[in-house]
């Protein structure tokens, strides 16, 4: 993936962030993470897929769901559709290459 520019932020509370096309990293060094970048990588594909605002707007929607259901940050967070896509397949360095268009739709 060519698409993007890496921009450091040493205070950045996680290690990297997807906002394409800019890919935030605490340090430099998480560029050579396979797996952190495979998981940015698919959150990549997500924003793409839904033309970038509906993804954010979902995203921070399904945040605010997962709160007020979970009341803590952390489940809220990792319950998220699109991060439990992410999270489920960034050791899978191959994932991308089979991806049905949409995938995350399968863990709403």
């Known amino acids: 993936m ?19 096309p800019f890919l935030l990293l605490r340090d430099k060094k998480y560029s050579l993470n396979k797996q952190l970048m495979n998981h940015e990588f698919i959150h990549f594909r997500q924003q793409i897929e839904l033309l970038f605002i509906p993804f ?3 995203y921070l929607l399904n945040y605010l769901i997962n709160l007020f259901h979970f009341k803590n940050h952390k489940e809220a967070y990792r319950n998220i559709i699109f ?11 191959s994932y991308l290459s089979g991806r049905s268009f949409a995938s995350w739709v399968a863990y709403l």
């Open 83 to 93: 991060e439990k896509e992410a999270y489920e397949n960034d050791a899978n360095l």
């Open 56 to 58: 954010y707007i979902l």
């Open 2 to 20: 060519k698409y993007f520019k890496i921009i450091q932020l040493s205070y950045l509370p996680v290690g990297g962030m997807a906002l394409f």
